[in-house]
């Protein structure tokens, strides 16, 4: 009779815990283009994060969330001063996948959401026009639970 002995395996399983906060639409940035996109704005391990969610017709994207606090920073130079920029700017803060189409998509969302606006030299040129801390603020504020008093 032969018997063997099975060591025991752990298995350490990491929790990411989302709290969504807003599904949206953005038109896309050439006029010309077909369809919308969709996005999330969310809480990731209580940090503010979005992400691309849909596109209603062709093109790849990365759906992953993206830190608020990321494109912050990528966007620094701009936030001071009515300076344009390409969508390209916002390349680095996804991690995964490399669609060319990733920072521009993120930037029409960013748009759908006040805080970057169309240059006028060109629709593909975009400038910062909102305020991080204001727009965290409102999204960031717990809502009112819904009651009825006096009905019932």
């Given at each position: 009779m032969t018997s063997s002995k099975k060591k025991a395996?752990?298995?350490?399983?990491?929790?990411?815990?989302?709290?969504?906060?807003?599904?949206?639409?953005?038109?896309?940035?050439?006029?010309?283009?077909?369809?919308?996109?969709?996005?999330?704005?969310?809480?990731?391990?209580?940090?503010?994060?979005?992400?691309?969610?849909?596109?209603?017709?062709?093109?790849?994207?990365?759906?992953?969330?993206?830190l608020l606090d990321d494109i912050e920073t990528c966007l620094a130079a701009t936030l001071t001063a009515k300076v344009d920029f390409k969508s390209a700017m916002l390349k680095s803060?996804?991690?995964?996948?490399?669609?060319s189409n990733n920072a521009g998509f993120l930037c029409a969302c960013l748009r759908?959401?006040?805080?970057?606006?169309?240059?006028?030299?060109?629709?593909?040129?975009?400038?910062?026009v909102g305020d991080f801390a204001v727009w965290r603020n409102t999204l960031t504020k717990p809502k009112e639970p819904k009651t009825n008093k006096g009905k019932k």
């Open positions: 395996e752990t298995t350490t399983v990491e929790t990411t815990v989302v709290i969504m906060l807003k599904s949206a639409t953005a038109p896309k940035l050439n006029r010309h283009a077909d369809g919308e996109l969709s996005y999330d704005i969310a809480l990731v391990d209580e940090k503010l994060c979005i992400r691309v969610s849909a596109n209603s017709s062709g093109g790849f994207f990365s759906n992953e969330f993206i803060v996804f991690t995964q996948g490399n669609s759908a959401e006040g805080l970057l606006a169309a240059s006028e030299k060109s629709i593909f040129l975009h400038q910062f």
